[in-house]
C-alpha cells in the first residue's frame, strides 16, 4: 500500500547547527502535510504544516520544503538547540481519502553539545 | 486552554482483562482519532469520529476492540479480552471542522502481562 516514510532513522548535529530532515512520500493524491515533533513520553506536537499549492512554508526557526515532482517533503530547524532533540514525523492526508493522517517512521534527532 | 486530556496515563493489566481509555478532545473541536504506536508499527489511526459518529473504523485490529463517543466531550477505546500485543501507547488526537492539523494527547502506555 502507499505509505510516507523517512530516510534516516537517526540525526546527530551539533548544537547550533542547521538540521534537516527528510520524508518521502508515494500517495500522489496527498495534499496536506504535518510535521511532528515527539518528545520522549509525550504526545506528538505539531510544528508546521504545508498544503501541495505551496512548495515552502516557514514558521519560528523551522521551514518545510515541498517538492512534489519527487514526493519529497523536508523539514529545516534552524540553530539547533537542546530542546530539539526529539523524533520528528512526517504526517500526510489528502482530502478526498480518509481524515485520519498517515505517519512515517520518524527521525530521532539528537544534539550533541 | 487545557489540551487534549487522556486517561489513564499509564495502565498494567493481565492478559484477559478489560481495559477502557478516555480520551476529553479539545473543546470546540468535533473530530476526535484513536491512534496507537508502537516500535515496530509506529503510529496507526484505529478509528476516528466525527460529530460523535465513528466514520472510519478500519485501522481497528480486532472485534476485541471497540470504540464509542457518547458526546462531543468525551470518548472511550475499549479492549476486551486484553493481549499481550495489545501493549503500546495509545493516543487520542482532535481536530476542527474541515481543518485538518490534529492535536494530540498525552497517551496512555498499556502493558498487557
Known amino acids: 500500500g502507499e505509505s510516507v516514510g523517512l530516510h534516516l532513522p537517526t540525526l546527530s548535529v551539533q548544537e547550533g547547527d542547521n538540521s534537516i530532515i527528510n520524508c518521502a512520500y508515494s500517495?500522489?493524491?496527498?495534499?496536506?502535510f504535518i510535521w511532528y515533533k515527539q518528545e520522549s513520553g509525550k504526545g506528538p506536537q505539531f510544528i508546521i504544516d504545508i498544503r501541495s499549492n505551496m512548495d515552502k512554508r516557514q514558521g519560528q526557526r523551522v521551514t518545510v520544503l515541498l517538492n512534489k515532482t519527487v514526493k519529497h517533503l523536508s523539514l529545516q530547524i534552524a540553530a539547533t538547540q537542546p530542546g530539539d532533540s526529539a523524533v520528528y514525523f512526517c504526517a500526510e492526508n489528502n482530502e478526498g481519502g480518509a481524515d485520519g493522517l498517515t505517519f512515517g517512521k520518524g527521525t530521532h534527532l539528537i544534539i550533541q553539545p | 486552554d487545557a489540551g487534549v486530556i487522556q486517561s489513564p496515563r499509564h495502565e498494567v493489566t493481565e492478559m484477559g482483562q478489560e481495559v477502557t481509555l478516555r480520551c476529553k478532545p479539545i473543546?470546540?473541536?468535533?473530530?476526535l482519532f484513536w491512534y496507537r504506536q508502537t516500535m515496530m508499527r509506529g503510529l496507526e489511526l484505529l478509528i476516528y469520529f466525527n460529530n460523535n459518529v465513528p466514520i472510519d473504523d478500519s485501522g481497528m485490529p480486532e472485534d476485541r476492540f471497540s470504540a464509542k463517543m457518547p458526546n462531543a466531550s468525551f470518548s472511550t477505546l475499549k479492549i476486551q479480552p486484553s493481549e499481550p500485543r495489545d501493549s503500546a501507547v495509545y493516543f487520542c488526537?482532535?481536530?476542527?471542522?474541515?481543518?485538518?492539523?490534529?492535536?494530540f494527547g498525552p497517551g496512555t502506555r498499556l502493558l498487557v502481562l
Open positions: 500517495n500522489s493524491a496527498s495534499d496536506y
Open positions: 488526537a482532535s481536530s476542527r471542522g474541515r481543518a485538518r492539523t490534529q492535536y
Open positions: 473543546s470546540g473541536h468535533n473530530s
